[in-house]
Structure formats: C-alpha cells, structure tokens
C-alpha cells in the first residue's frame, strides 16, 4: 500500500466529526465526506453479549476480480488469542446479515445472511482440538463450526451454501501447525464469481482506543498504540458479482450501494428474531448515542434514523474536549456543515434520483480500482478510498485528523494518531483478511506504537500546543473530535 503523501492538492475541506460521522463542504463539487471506526461494545446489551455484536464493516471493488464487489464484517470484539477451553464461535441462535439498498430508500434490497451450527467429535474430551489439526476435515479437531449461507432479493430466497466448515480459532502451534493451511481450505467458490469465507481473523481495524480514558489521559500521554493488535474476531467475507447487488442486475443503471450489517436473535419463544446490533458507519452508537437509547439504535431501521439527529446537532464530545483541553465547542446547532453520512457524497458516492437519509456504509460500484491504493482513500487523491466504502488499509482515523486540521486550507500537515497500519498484514486475495493471532504467542500485543513523546520526537503524530499545555502526542482527542456536530442541514431535508 502506498503510504506517501498526496502531491496534488484537491481544493478546500472542511471536515467535522461526530465519533463516526465526518462532514466536509467543498471538495472539488464532491460536498460531504463521511469517516467510520471500529465500534466495540456500543451499547450496554450488546457489550454483554459478544457473539452478536458486530465490530466493523468494510465494502469495495474486488482489485484482481474487478467486476465483483467483497463485503467484509465482523463480530466479536477482543478475543484473546489463548481464550480456552472453550475458543470463540459464532452464535447458533442467531442470523447474522449484511444488508443492500440499491435504491436509497433505507430499505434492503438484498440481504445476504449467515446461520451457524455446532458440531463435535466427541464430548469425551475437554480439548477443543485433541491432536494436531492438518485440516479442516481432521477428526482431531473436536469442536468445530458449519454455516449456511443465504441470499434474499425481491422475495425471493435462495441458497447459496449448504454447508460450510468455519475456520476455527487459531488455538497454537501444537493443535495447529499449519493454520494457513486451514485458512485457504475454508475458502469456498461457487462458480466462476462467488467466494465465501466464514471464520477468525485479526482484527483488522487500527487505531489507539485510549480515547476514552478521558480523550488520550487527559493530557494526551495515551496514545500511538495499536490498542486492538492482536485480538481476533469473528469475520465473514463474501465476493459476489456487482450485478447480484445492483439496482435491477445492473450496475451501470445505479451503480451506487447503501451497505450495513444487522445481528438477529431468536427470542425465548424459539419462533421470532429480534434485531439486537447494527453497524453500517461504525461509532454512531458508540460515541454520539446517549446510554439511555443505545440499545434502541442497535435494534433500529434506517428509514428510523431520524429519531437520532438532535444528539448530533447538540453534541456532548465537544463539551468534554473543552472541558479537559481548554478548546471552546462550535456553537450549535451547526448550521453551516452538510451532513454526511445520509445521503452519500456528491459526484463521489450519492446515489441517482430520490433519497431516502440514511445512516450506511455507501459504495459506487464504477469508481476503477486504483493501481496504488493511498492509506489516505480520497483526501490522498485515491477516489476508491474511503470513504467511497471501505477498505481494510483505509486509516480513516488519519483522514480525520490531518483534514479538520487544516491539511486542504493552507495548513499543510502529517498528522495521526501514531498508528497508520495493521499490526498484521493483510493478504493480496481473498479474503484478503489477516491470519488471526495465534494462542501459542507468548506476547500477542505488542506494542505497535511509540509512546506519545517518542512519536512525537519522530515526527509522526501531531506537535501542537494545547492552551495550558504542550501536547507532544497525536492529538486525536481533540483533531477527531473537537468539530463535533453540525448535521443541522440533514434535518432540514428530512423535514422537507
């Protein structure tokens, strides 16, 4: 991946966040631009049960199958590598959904769903794994995982996967020599299209989630970490041909795509499933939802996100950023920013004709896929990047920064916060995904990242002075958040 620094500039932005939403005005014409991150135990239901909550989404042309779309989406969060005897799954009363609208009517259009099975060996044994495990197929892995996998499209249902071993956790070396080797294995293909894969992986998504210790400890000495190196998750991943997620099977008629996950649980009844996660534009729920209706958002429809807006256009992020730093919150409601993350970007990723506002993770099928692909997605000059959807490399928490700063409006900067890769790397194919942390590493979270006066002695991260302070860290408290709100524009259209 291409990690230089854009060379070309592309006119003035004006970037504002609201924990996963980002705003920007005057982008070459393109008007707002939305930014995402990873969104780990949002609600307080959710936090209680893993297995259903969903962690990240990601959504972008397939660049050695171009004509195909991969959608990637996790659940999960922060599993411990050595977390036995009893290593992670997905749930079995459970379906687990990524949702289209092809249209921009907040509704799906086409659903895609996974449902899962247990299975074992034996129940003689405590192991989960009870020798060396070459392959997916070994009697000797004891406890392992089928899945089905469905697609639903105007009424219609039709199965696209049977049955489907998942690759399993990643217990150790001794149980598991040759883990890639069960990867590969529990890649499917059907057809001359189609791939899936259903299994663990490390966590893709980069960042330092100090953040809410207080932004960054209070005087941004937490940060240039990656906090989620080497936890794993639950991932699903799935290549299909664009015309499958396009607007009448043609992707050139509409080419754009609203994309987000839900988790479905079976009630105590056994006979009705309640929606109890949602993830389209990640820490939505987490940071700019009250705890008093977390737990309803997670259960939410797009066509309802209305009920939402007054806690984004009077936000509670930048009182708290000038509470502990000193930096005075924008007066609200912030009538002179466009709101981003319900419509699209113009010329970049909104869809034709009629829109429906609405919070999920938007795609345009035709943008080409970019030789050399810039961390920095639009804003390095990579209109593939997010966030036209979402690729594993994109660092949107970097975008953020070094925009709200000042990087398009005459304040050239380099700004992060100290953390611009995976800790892993990512594979060229698919599922494109990292191989999950194994249980037999001794030490598998390393620190990724300087300290925040190392990074910042390197130049990396942001050297700003706080009033009262001198802030030798990455700044992201404040450069992420500070522009906080401002979606007042959305609001309007929605009542008009």
């Not at 959710?46 to 989406?73: C, H, M, W």
Request: proline content about 7%; some cysteine; overall charge positive.
């Amino acid at each position: 991946m291409n990690h230089s620094r854009p060379t070309k500039r592309h006119g003035a932005i004006a970037l504002a966040c609201a924990g996963g939403l980002l705003t920007a005005v005057g982008f070459a014409g393109l008007g707002p631009l939305a930014a995402t991150a990873s969104s780990h135990r949002e609600a307080p239901l959710i936090s209680g049960t893993p297995q259903y909550d969903g962690t990240d989404l990601y959504a972008f042309r397939s660049p050695e199958k171009k004509n195909t779309v991969t959608l990637i989406a996790n659940w999960l969060p922060f599993e411990e590598p050595a977390g036995g005897p009893n290593f992670y799954s997905f749930a079995t009363d459970a379906r687990y959904d990524i949702k289209i609208d092809n249209n921009a009517d907040a509704k799906p259009d086409v659903i895609f769903r996974w449902t899962f099975k247990d299975h074992y060996v034996t129940g003689n044994t405590f192991l989960a794994a009870t020798g060396p495990v070459t392959s997916l197929t070994d009697k000797n892995l004891n406890y392992y995982q089928t899945y089905k996998l469905q697609r639903f499209y105007k009424n219609k249902k039709k199965t696209l996967i049977k049955s489907r071993r998942v690759a399993p956790s990643d217990i150790g070396a001794a149980s598991m020599p040759a883990y890639n080797k069960l990867r590969s294995q529990a890649v499917t293909r059907v057809g001359k299209n189609m791939k899936s894969f259903a299994g663990q992986a490390e966590d893709p998504f980069f960042l330092d989630l100090r953040v809410f210790d207080l932004l960054y400890g209070g005087d941004l000495s937490e940060a240039g970490d990656d906090t989620l190196a080497g936890f794993n998750v639950q991932s699903v991943a799935l290549q299909v041909p664009q015309k499958w997620v396009a607007k009448r099977h043609n992707p050139g008629k509409n080419p754009v795509i609203g994309v987000w996950t839900t988790t479905s649980k079976m009630n105590a009844t056994g006979k009705r499933y309640t929606q109890v996660s949602r993830l389209g534009n990640p820490l939505v729920n987490e940071v700019v939802i009250p705890l008093k209706l977390k737990d309803a958002f997670n259960g939410l429809e797009p066509t309802g996100d209305a009920v939402a807006l007054k806690y984004v256009t009077n936000p509670e992020l930048p009182k708290l950023i000038e509470a502990v730093y000193g930096i005075k919150a924008p007066a609200t409601p912030r009538n002179d920013l466009v709101s981003v993350f319900l419509t699209g970007v113009k010329g970049l990723n909104m869809p034709k004709g009629k829109i429906t506002p609405s919070e999920q993770l938007r795609l345009n099928m035709s943008t080409p896929v970019t030789a050399e692909p810039n961390r920095l997605g639009v804003i390095g000059g990579d209109t593939q990047g997010f966030p036209n959807g979402r690729r594993l490399g994109d660092d949107v928490i970097d975008i953020a920064l070094q925009v709200v700063e000042g990087e398009l409006v005459g304040s050239a900067n380099d700004l992060g916060d100290g953390v611009d890769t995976n800790d892993t790397a990512f594979d060229n194919t698919f599922p494109y995904l990292a191989l999950p942390a194994s249980g037999s590493n001794a030490d598998p979270h390393p620190s990724t990242g300087a300290s925040a006066k190392q990074s910042a002695s390197k130049g990396g991260v942001l050297q700003r002075v706080v009033p009262g302070r001198q802030s030798s860290a990455a700044f992201i408290g404040v450069g992420l958040l500070a522009l906080v709100g401002g979606i007042s524009g959305a609001v309007r259209r929605r009542k008009a």
